[in-house]
């Protein structure tokens, strides 16, 4: 059973101001048009750098896709510094790496809680390269078979800058959403994860400013 933290405001004041930031993002994302294939949409979340909030963006952005009817996964692809097993309480090390590392099917990695219509994949524990991982076969097929059953599926992914892995997995996603937080983000730092994200075959759907006053 997922245990909800208190960075959940979509879930635990959803009259909040901050939760109606996160309907305005979740509507933003619908009128790019994204929600109307018959498969699910793969957005992917990034930073410039470490300490954007991302994941916190992430998480109640899901909570609000699924308070809106739709069905909604959300992946920690962040295998280097994975935080989104804390938002959501999952204890245990299994996780996405225990099936791209071949030892758990991808039917036993995901979690399931209160929020119906909610799966969470947290990272789990690997000694194994994350781009060598999140690279391979089976990530695309794990992808597709999410694809088949949700509606959205959202990757949490290390900053792009410092990282390969946000690269690897652009040509998987629809789109990328750049999480960059008020009076702290470098603009060069953003205007190199946009040029990063297009030379991987992907493109920036939008910036999702966090702590903007």
């Given amino acids: ?3 909800l933290n208190n960075s959940l405001i979509a879930d635990s004041s959803p009259s909040s101001y901050i939760s109606e930031s996160f309907r305005s993002l979740r509507t933003y994302i619908r009128h790019l048009g994204l929600l109307n294939s018959n498969k699910g949409t793969v957005l992917l979340f990034t930073s410039g750098e470490a300490g954007e909030g991302k994941t916190t963006i992430l998480a109640n952005l899901a909570v609000s896709f699924v308070q809106d009817g739709k ?4 992946i ?3 295998l280097r510094n994975p ?4 938002v959501f309480g999952i204890e245990g ?3 996405l790496t225990s099936y791209l590392s071949g030892a758990e099917k991808s039917s036993d990695i995901s979690a399931y809680g209160s929020l119906a219509n909610l799966t969470v994949i947290p990272a789990g524990v690997t000694k194994v390269s994350p781009p060598d991982l999140l690279g391979s076969e089976k990530m695309t097929i794990l992808l597709d ?3 088949e059953s949700h509606d959205l599926i959202l990757l949490d992914t290390p900053p792009a800058v410092e990282y390969s892995d946000a690269r690897i997995l652009a040509p998987y996603s629809d789109g990328v959403i750049l999480v960059a937080r008020y009076g702290k983000s470098k603009r060069d730092s953003i205007r190199k994860v946009k040029v990063l994200m297009e030379q991987a075959g ?3 759907l939008g910036i999702a400013m966090n702590q903007a006053k």
Avoid at 83 to 86: N, T
Wanted: aromatic share 0%; proline share 0%.
């Fill in 202 to 204: 992907s493109k920036i």
């Fill in 83 to 86: 935080s989104l097993h804390s």
């Fill in 145 to 147: 078979e999410l694809k």
């Fill in 93 to 95: 090390s299994d996780g």
């Fill in 71 to 74: 069905k909604v996964a959300v």
């Fill in 76 to 78: 920690d692809c962040n």
């Fill in 1 to 3: 059973m997922l245990r």
